[in-house]
């Protein structure tokens, strides 16, 4: 593959950018500088600098982000900055989403890509994919609170009850909560059903994905073999 189509297809800028990043001298492949924009590499593993800065070839994008609070999910954020100011500005001109959505003051792991399929896949409610919380409520948990979500809470605009596929006690204030689906703000409309209200919200893990330890809010890291491997690795439902 011609190395400008290649810096293109990792997001920088157009075919005319990528060319002109070239002939500029900013890009090196072993350490050698390339300035031709035609020549010609075999995108497989392919590593390169973009003025002093390492990068991988990579046909799709497949991120990890520990969300921090105070950010929005999307390109055009109201309130708050965009967790697209998170990420590589090449990142995002590559077109990247977030497989589903944290609110603003929710933080924890938040997955994205360019790769259609594993968005709709990993997002889609049929997979039953379970997703972890760590709840802080307002007032302390009673049983008959844990009942309720665990049999079923009535919300609005829903057909039937929807009921939490786990909820391990931490202690009188924070809870584990797992849900399968992916409802519009379900854990806080879930806990506000069942008489309660939600202080805090974090996401630990998606599947069998747990977040990783070495990530910082704010930062964010490729998924690898590994990360693929434990986010598969639950029971799921239909394909």
Not at 112 to 133: A, E, M, V
Not at 193 to 207: F, I, K, M, Y
Not at 222 to 238: I, P
Request: aromatic share 10%; net charge negative; with cysteine.
């Amino acid at each position: 593959m011609q190395i400008h189509k290649i810096l293109q297809s990792q997001g920088f800028g157009s075919r005319r950018d990528c060319r002109a990043l070239v002939r500029s001298g900013l890009v090196e492949v072993d350490g050698q500088v390339i300035d031709d924009p035609f020549a010609e590499f075999d995108a497989d593993g392919f590593e390169f600098t973009v003025d002093g800065e390492p990068w991988e070839y990579r046909e799709k994008a497949y991120l990890m982000l520990y969300k921090p609070t105070a950010h929005e999910c999307t390109r055009k954020p109201e309130y708050y900055p965009s967790i697209f100011s998170l990420l590589p500005e090449q990142l995002a001109e590559r077109g990247v989403q977030p497989v589903g959505r944290l609110d603003q003051d929710t933080t924890g792991l938040l997955l994205l890509s360019d790769d259609g399929q594993f968005i709709h896949t990993w997002s889609s409610g049929k997979k039953k994919i379970p997703k972890r919380y760590r709840v802080e409520l307002k007032h302390a948990h009673t049983p008959e609170l844990i009942d309720a979500l665990l049999t079923g809470v009535q919300l609005h605009d829903e057909p039937e009850p929807i009921c939490a596929a786990a909820i391990e006690v931490i202690d009188e204030l924070h809870l584990w909560f797992t849900i399968t689906e992916g409802k519009y703000h379900q854990v806080k409309r879930m806990i506000a059903a069942a008489g309660n209200r939600v202080e805090g919200l974090h996401r630990q893990s998606v599947g069998g994905l747990e977040l990783p330890e070495v990530l910082e809010p704010g930062d964010w890291a490729w998924m690898t073999e590994k990360h693929f491997t434990a986010l598969a690795s639950f029971s799921g439902g239909d394909d």
